[in-house]
């Protein structure tokens, strides 16, 4: 009888030997091989479709990769996420944020009617801070109404929301403009701030513990920017803070009705859905945030219900892992064809290292396994004259997602049929590529002598067998949005179940913050000789400047 971590070297024992094969294999040969492989290798959920025809890949494998899910009790871990056990066990924390997109009955079941109370408060709190600035009842300290508001956060606190309201631009609502300002750089600030009248501005502060050194230094210096022009008058109604640390929130200066919670079970990357989502919910609508979060339980009850084979994220995981820890190929080229996406690989990027670049397991023992690929990306057609030159012609495979809406949201149309084909012709280009001997009989056809065709013929050929997905809408909606990113967050989450780390907390990004709290105390007059010398020299060399 096996053990489950011998189930689980079997497993992946089994798969290690197909890779060996299909890293010599022709993704083309698998479509010559099977006449319904688009058909067999794609999917819809949630007005999604999903194409994995182009992926290295065949049946056998992904039923291997299905057998070890089942080995590792998948099945078992998604129950876990989803019924409020404490699976971020290295800080003893529930991981439900999808909570916050299901129905109040289910709120109540899994968190008791108490906290599920407290949603419906903060539900009701963004909802009615909308209306008011929709409708321009929101005033500022001199009684005029707002017209900006500035939301001040940084990672999770900031980046989901940006996303999607730039995602969202034909749903805007015209009577408030929403601005984010997450770096610290000053120059950030003020160039932010240039654009603005303190007497029209709203800021919204969000941060969990309200401590995080970028926000609270930018929110002060708003603050400031405030009192400067405003010195006379109370300026608290310009103030509203998320965060669940009130007692600093009220030291800084927001009335108490102003402050709306966070809880410990929504982590910083998945807390778009919570009042973190509230700048989106100004930009686009209470109503239209609320579409997202009903789009987003959708891909819940597909991820929880659906067999593995036939699972989205499920799948697009499995995949993942087979590229990223069989293959060999550490990287993930994320290709949104659509401008108003053009911000999500950076997302992304935050989402998928933050959660799975680690390199130790539940017992802190090595991951036999290679984990999160390197993510990155850029919008379509913008790639394709950058860095796509190296996915074509170098050694690296890289595995890419495409993204692509059918419908535009500009006037454009032939502009949008172009991009599609773009699309299209990239994914295929990366797949097929070109041999020398497509190569030398193009130039030949061109009429170019003996010589000029051996000499250029190298430099045009292109290896292909680049695998692939291509992720099409119908069109880019509130709800098919909240359907999409709910997608990646549960495909990061199988694949740390499948690797067996914690997807949940960041270690890595705290050591920085700690350094950064020392280092800035040396700048201040304090000595720290654990600092390497060259720390202590570029720390010199910043002061003696200063001086």
Avoid at 183 to 188: E, Q
Avoid at 243 to 252: D, H, P, Q, T, V
Avoid at 363 to 370: D, P, Y
Wanted: charged share 15%; glycine share 6%; aromatic share 8%.
């Amino acid at each position: 009888m096996f053990t489950k971590h011998q189930k689980n070297s079997a497993s992946i024992s089994k798969l290690h030997d197909s890779a060996k094969q299909f890293q010599c294999n022709s993704i083309l040969s698998l479509f010559e091989q099977n006449s319904k492989r688009f058909e067999q290798s794609s999917l819809t959920a949630c007005n999604i479709f999903l194409d994995y025809s182009k992926q290295n890949i065949d049946g056998d494998v992904i039923n291997s990769l299905v057998s070890w899910a089942d080995d590792i009790k998948l099945s078992n871990a998604i129950t876990d996420m989803f019924s409020g056990a404490k699976i971020n066990h290295t800080e003893g924390r529930a991981v439900l944020h999808s909570i916050l997109r299901a129905p109040q009955s289910k709120q109540i079941e899994v968190l008791g009617e108490q906290v599920a109370n407290e949603i419906v408060n903060a539900n009701q709190q963004m909802r009615e801070l909308c209306s008011q600035l929709h409708k321009g009842e929101y005033l500022g300290c001199t009684g005029k109404a707002i017209h900006d508001v500035v939301a001040i956060g940084i990672g999770g606190s900031y980046y989901g929301a940006k996303v999607a309201q730039e995602s969202l631009k034909p749903f805007h609502q015209q009577s408030v403009k929403v601005h984010y300002l997450a770096n610290i750089d000053g120059s950030a600030v003020a160039e932010k701030l240039a654009l603005l009248n303190p007497e029209t501005t709203l800021i919204v502060i969000i941060s969990k513990t309200f401590s995080t050194q970028e926000t609270l230094l930018n929110a002060q210096s708003a603050k400031n920017w405030l009192t400067s022009y405003l010195s006379n008058y109370d300026i608290s109604d310009h103030f509203v803070a998320v965060s669940s640390n009130i007692i600093k929130a009220k030291e800084f200066g927001v009335k108490e009705c102003n402050i709306l919670p966070m809880w410990d079970w929504v982590g910083g990357r998945f807390s778009l859905w919570s009042a973190v989502g509230l700048p989106l919910a100004i930009a686009i609508g209470y109503e239209n945030f609320e579409q997202m979060r009903a789009g987003a339980y959708q891909m819940d009850e597909h991820f929880q219900q659906a067999p593995f084979a036939e699972n989205m994220p499920v799948l697009m995981a499995l995949i993942g892992i087979w590229n990223s820890s069989f293959l060999g190929y550490n990287s993930l080229a994320v290709l949104p064809y659509d401008h108003s996406l053009r911000a999500f690989p950076g997302y992304l990027q935050q989402v998928d290292m933050e959660s799975n670049g680690k390199r130790v397991n539940h017992q802190g023992n090595e991951v036999e396994l290679t984990t999160a690929p390197i993510v990155f990306g850029q919008e379509g057609t913008n790639g394709q004259h950058a860095f796509m030159q190296l996915m074509h012609q170098s050694n690296e495979i890289i595995p890419a997602d495409f993204i692509v809406s059918l419908t535009s949201n500009s006037d454009y149309h032939h502009h949008h049929t172009m991009l599609v084909a773009n699309c299209f012709a990239q994914s295929e280009a990366l797949m097929v590529g070109k041999t020398l001997e497509q190569a030398k009989a193009e130039l030949t056809e061109q009429g170019l002598s003996v010589q000029d065709v051996e000499r250029l013929a190298p430099h045009k050929v292109m290896p292909g067998n680049s695998p692939s997905n291509t992720i099409v809408f119908e069109h880019l909606t509130p709800k098919v949005l909240g359907a999409f990113l709910a997608l990646y967050e549960h495909k990061i989450f199988v694949q740390g179940v499948m690797w067996e780390l914690n997807s949940f907390d960041q270690w890595g990004v705290e050591l920085g913050k700690q350094l950064g709290t020392s280092i800035l105390a040396v700048m201040g007059g304090e000595s720290n000789d654990a600092l390497s010398t060259s720390t202590q020299g570029l720390i010199a060399k910043y002061l003696d400047k200063r001086k």
